[in-house]
């Protein structure tokens, strides 16, 4: 299946491409699937992406999952590579995003910030008592209520680290999971900020999808500008 990647794009330069993911589109090729990914569509727009990071996710610094929506910045040089890779790394960079959740937080704003882990199963959990759990990894993230509505809560989050599943599992472990609209969640990548490698700051911001903005408009909620999310 041929997509024009072209319609992803907020910003490209000569170090890097901001794109706007849409939900239902993987990031990388897994052994469930291997083909129509991001990536396959950033090689065939950009060839010379598969000389930048590792070989089998070139230029990707970090992913969204496939059933959420947003932002993500793509290097396009080794040295913009290694310059993002480190600010992630570092907790140096900008990341909110708007999401939907069932029922209310116990406070207006807060920390979550229980450890995960994977079951033997290979499902990732919170972790929220102290015991012998193989690779725990520290996790936190950070949540405010932008609107409540009488089942609902619309959540700005910021992800202080960037663990697999972090904001869903997080979510669901203080009783408030992500409330799914047809085949994905409420969750969308809604501001987006780095050092470039001249080390000027760049942030950039995307509205919430159609599908969301339609959902949340049926509750009632208003469309969400840049001052909630900044």
Known sequence: MKVDFKQFIVYEDNDFLVINKPANLLVQPTKYQK???????????????????????PGLVHRLDKDVSGLMVIAK?????TSLISQFKNHQVKKV???LVSGHPP???GLINFPLARTKNGKIV????????????????????????????LLKIEPSTGRTNQIKVHLKAIGCPLVEVGNRVFLHAACLGFH????????????????LKDFLS???GSSVGGKEIK
């Open 107 to 109: 406070e207006e704003k």
């Open 126 to 153: 919170a972790v929220r008592y102290e015991g012998k759990i193989k690779m725990k990894k520290e996790a936190e993230t950070k949540y405010k209520v932008i609107n409540k509505f009488k089942k609902y809560s």
């Open 218 to 220: 049926a509750l009632g």
């Open 77 to 81: 040089t080794k040295e913009s590579y």
């Open 97 to 99: 995003y708007l999401g």
């Open 35 to 57: 083909e129509n990914t991001l990536i396959d569509y950033l090689k065939d727009y950009y060839p010379k992406i598969k000389e930048v990071g590792e070989s089998l996710r």
């Open 196 to 211: 470039d490698l001249k080390n000027k700051w760049q942030e950039f911001e995307s509205v919430l999808p159609a599908e």
